[in-house]
């Protein structure tokens, strides 16, 4: 009997296909709204996921922090303390961590600085410098692309080589025609030292990561990072022995990064339990991430309330139909009813007529959301690769239709037609017979 109603209810909305098509197009706009709108949502979420994660976003920044009082009386005599050698985090340190938590810790990013200075061989033959110490794991976090020599190598780290890559846009003015590759530069810093490098390789300036340059000044004029192994700016300073009060760690990837950076961060406490001012602090920006995540379903599930509003419309005009749809069927009814057909099963017949017609509905405008989703996502591509280009590489667009969204809207859909069919299903079904045998 269900498989018959499901037939009849098919054979009625097909022998009047332009009545049924403009009956379901409010459903159609409502859960194509609904779908489109949780696409985004989803797109959205996991676009900046994906491009957070691609610049390094899954990694923890770990500090030194100062023990704060923890009483009025305290806070009353105390100040800031000063940060010493022996606070740092030492290279013996990071080496432990790294052998002892070798399946949390991915990398550990280090960064250091020399200073600006020029490099020069004329008056018009120079290029200004800052000369940025950093271990290999920082170079492939920032991805940079090696045009021509090599990158330098762990080797170079471990034996603090003065060896150096510089950028495309200096080799092009300082050393003009000539190949930079093995040439050694002489770096004047401001504060009046000098320290010479050898050229291995040349990187691509990549504006994404740098910014982007003052035009106001010429091209010649701008500062060139200079990056070098973090252990040869430790030599050249000096600073072998000092550490480091801020370290940027990559953890792998498989792990989940909250229980992580706890792992960290208790491990690093035992160095600092006995001191008095000193303490380690890990901020973990995928809490950022979780939170701005919560906004977008907290956005997308309003809007889409909004939209789902349409599907009253919809029902509106389901319920509508129906009762037409009765009235032209009203001998049919009686001559059913004649013949010993309850009153439940006319019930029954024409609510899944109803829900029928909003399934189809539902599911057309499914089909319309999640095209509208890709539409959408390939303009946003279009769009991010033709304005801005060097930002392309670290914005990855995806498109995620909700299953949770589709399953509602194929829930709601049933639900419409159930909640709108019953009326005009239930008026067919308390007519009596001999009116209903009499109807002209």
Same mark, same amino acid.
């Given at each position: 009997?269900?498989? &018959?109603?499901?037939?009849?209810?098919?054979?009625?909305?097909?022998?009047?296909?332009?009545?049924?098509?403009?009956?379901? /197009?409010?459903?159609?706009?409502?859960?194509?709204?609904?779908?489109?709108?949780?696409?985004? !949502? +989803?797109?959205?979420?996991?676009?900046?996921?994906?491009?957070?994660?691609?610049? !390094?976003?899954?990694?923890?920044?770990?500090? /030194?922090?100062?023990?704060? $009082?923890?009483?009025?009386? %305290?806070?009353?005599?105390?100040?800031?303390?000063? /940060?010493?050698?022996?606070?740092?985090?030492?290279?013996?340190?990071? &080496?432990?961590?790294?052998?002892?938590?070798?399946?949390?810790?991915?990398?550990? +990013?280090?960064?250091?600085?020399?200073?600006? !200075?020029?490099?020069?061989?004329?008056?018009?033959?120079?290029?200004?410098?800052?000369?940025?110490?950093?271990?290999?794991?920082?170079? %492939?976090?920032?991805?940079?692309?090696?045009?021509?020599?090599?990158?330098?190598?762990?080797?170079?780290?471990?034996?603090?080589?003065?060896?150096?890559?510089?950028?495309?846009?200096?080799?092009?003015?300082? =050393?003009?025609?000539?190949?930079?590759?093995?040439?050694?530069?002489?770096?004047?810093?401001?504060?009046?030292?000098?320290?010479? =490098?050898?050229?291995?390789?040349?990187?691509?300036?990549?504006?994404? /990561? =740098?910014?982007?340059?003052?035009?106001?000044? $010429? %091209?010649?004029?701008?500062?060139?990072?200079?990056?070098?192994?973090?252990?040869?700016?430790?030599?050249?300073?000096?600073?072998?022995?000092?550490?480091?009060?801020?370290?940027?760690?990559?953890?792998? $990837?498989?792990?989940?990064?909250?229980?992580?950076?706890?792992?960290?961060?208790?491990?690093?406490?035992?160095?600092? @339990?006995?001191?008095?001012?000193?303490?380690?602090?890990?901020? +973990?920006?995928?809490?950022?991430?979780?939170?701005?995540?919560?906004?977008?379903?907290?956005?997308?599930?309003?809007?889409?309330?909004?939209?789902?509003?349409?599907?009253?419309?919809?029902?509106?005009?389901?319920?509508?139909?129906?009762?037409?749809?009765?009235?032209?069927?009203?001998?049919?009814?009686?001559?059913?009813?004649?013949?010993?057909?309850?009153?439940?099963?006319?019930?029954?017949?024409?609510?899944? @007529?109803?829900?029928?017609?909003?399934?189809?509905?539902?599911?057309?405008?499914?089909?319309?959301?999640?095209?509208?989703?890709?539409?959408? !996502?390939? *303009?946003?591509?279009?769009?991010?690769?033709?304005?801005?280009?060097?930002?392309?590489?670290?914005?990855?667009?995806?498109? +995620? $239709?909700?299953?949770?969204?589709?399953?509602?809207?194929?829930?709601?859909?049933?639900?419409?037609?159930? =909640?709108?069919?019953?009326?005009?299903?239930?008026?067919?079904?308390?007519?009596? *017979?001999?009116?209903?045998?009499?109807? %002209?």
């Amino acid at each position: 009997m269900f498989f &018959e109603n499901i037939k009849e209810a098919l054979t009625s909305i097909f022998c009047n296909k332009m009545r049924s098509a403009l009956t379901i /197009l409010g459903i159609v706009i409502g859960i194509g709204a609904v779908i489109t709108i949780t696409t985004i !949502g +989803n797109s959205i979420k996991g676009t900046l996921n994906t491009s957070f994660n691609s610049l !390094g976003g899954g990694s923890l920044s770990v500090y /030194l922090e100062a023990r704060y $009082p923890e009483t009025d009386e %305290e806070w009353a005599t105390w100040e800031y303390p000063e /940060l010493t050698k022996d606070d740092l985090f030492s290279e013996e340190m990071i &080496e432990n961590l790294e052998n002892d938590l070798s399946d949390v810790v991915a990398g550990i +990013n280090i960064q250091n600085d020399l200073g600006y !200075g020029k490099v020069s061989t004329s008056y018009d033959h120079y290029a200004n410098v800052n000369v940025n110490g950093a271990s290999l794991s920082v170079i %492939e976090n920032f991805k940079l692309k090696i045009k021509y020599g090599r990158m330098y190598t762990q080797e170079d780290t471990d034996l603090a080589k003065t060896t150096c890559i510089i950028p495309d846009v200096m080799a092009k003015n300082y =050393f003009e025609n000539e190949n930079p590759i093995g040439q050694i530069i002489n770096v004047e810093l401001d504060n009046g030292k000098s320290y010479k =490098f050898t050229v291995v390789g040349v990187y691509r300036y990549d504006q994404s /990561l =740098f910014g982007k340059p003052d035009s106001s000044v $010429p %091209e010649k004029d701008r500062i060139n990072i200079i990056f070098t192994p973090y252990t040869t700016i430790n030599k050249l300073a000096d600073a072998e022995s000092e550490g480091y009060s801020y370290l940027d760690i990559s953890v792998n $990837p498989s792990l989940d990064q909250s229980q992580a950076s706890e792992t960290i961060k208790e491990y690093l406490l035992k160095y600092y @339990e006995d001191n008095p001012n000193w303490t380690v602090y890990i901020y +973990n920006a995928t809490e950022d991430m979780k939170i701005i995540n919560v906004v977008i379903n907290v956005i997308t599930i309003a809007i889409s309330f909004i939209a789902a509003i349409s599907l009253i419309v919809g029902g509106v005009g389901v319920m509508n139909i129906m009762l037409v749809s009765i009235t032209e069927r009203t001998k049919e009814i009686g001559v059913r009813m004649a013949m010993g057909a309850k009153k439940r099963v006319i019930r029954t017949q024409f609510i899944i @007529e109803a829900i029928v017609l909003c399934l189809f509905g539902g599911l057309v405008g499914i089909a319309i959301g999640i095209i509208n989703g890709f539409i959408i !996502g390939a *303009v946003a591509q279009l769009f991010v690769n033709q304005f801005y280009p060097d930002y392309a590489k670290f914005i990855y667009i995806t498109i +995620n $239709p909700s299953l949770t969204a589709v399953l509602l809207s194929v829930f709601f859909s049933m639900l419409t037609g159930v =909640f709108f069919g019953f009326y005009p299903a239930n008026k067919a079904a308390k007519m009596e *017979v001999i009116d209903a045998l009499r109807y %002209e």
